[in-house]
Nanobody, 122 residues
């Protein structure tokens, strides 16, 4: 089970940190990711991190502004979002999968948390 939190309303240029807490003891063995979705659009990949935290991958639209990290001792993955833009407004989801490197398509990820809303005002 995944529990996402940390969303909210922020002005453009501001920052937010999302958290996703996992209940499974095997969390530390799984790759983790963040996706986001706006009404009428498909869920899109934002960032992912390997089980060890040693490798991170980002969508081009967030590269240099967002940072994904994890604390395996706390079974938690984070998404630090800086320099937020109105186009970052979306429902953000965390996801995990047992495979080592799932594709960036949402359908490739097996387990999902509930979304947390991020709204960036201009």
């Amino acid at each position: 089970q995944l529990q996402a939190s940390g969303g909210g309303l922020v002005q453009a240029g501001g920052s937010l940190r999302l958290s996703c807490a996992a209940s499974a003891r095997t969390f530390s063995s799984y790759v983790m990711a963040w996706f986001r979705q706006t009404p009428g659009k498909e869920r899109e990949f934002v960032a992912s991190i390997s089980w060890s935290g040693g490798r991170q991958y980002y969508a081009d639209s967030v590269k240099g502004r967002f940072t994904i990290s994890r604390d395996n001792a706390k079974n938690t993955v984070y998404l630090q979002m800086n320099s937020l833009k109105p186009e970052d407004t979306a429902l953000y989801y965390c996801a995990t999968d047992r495979s080592l490197s799932p594709p960036r398509t949402a359908s490739s990820w097996s387990y999902w948390g509930q979304g947390t809303q991020v709204t960036v005002s201009s």
